[in-house]
Nanobody
């Protein structure tokens, strides 16, 4: 049974930092990509960042230079460090796993995703 559980969301002010965490269980992920995507009210899901099986990382242009995706060695915990957040970063953030390739725009379609954690920037 695959399970992804996000945490770390909250309300912050523009310019501050936040770190999201996703604990992943129920499968081995050595050969699959993982990532984060977000969805704001009234908008489509947007891939934010992806990390490949070899730990290469990829980002959406909107977060490049501000967000960093990483994970632990066992590939059971995924992180998203969000620095210098902006009001437009406000959204529900989801982690996802089971992707065949670390393509950022494809992250919302990865095989598994969590329930999400809300990030609100004011």
């Amino acid at each position: 049974h695959v399970q992804l559980v996000e945490s770390g969301g909250g309300s912050v002010q523009a310019g501050e930092s936040l770190r999201l965490t996703c604990v992943i269980s129920g499968n081995t992920w050595s050969n699959y990509a993982m990532g984060w995507f977000r969805q704001a009210p009234g908008k489509n899901r947007e891939g934010v960042a992806a990390i490949d099986s070899d730990d290469s990382t990829y980002y959406a242009d909107s977060v490049m230079g501000r967000f960093t995706i990483s994970r632990n060695h066992a590939k059971t915990t995924l992180y998203l460090q969000m620095n210098n957040v902006k009001i437009e970063d406000t959204a529900m953030y989801y982690c996802a796993a089971g992707g065949l390739d670390a393509v950022v725009v494809a992250v919302p379609r990865f095989a598994y995703r969590g329930q999400g954690t809300q990030v609100t920037v004011s």
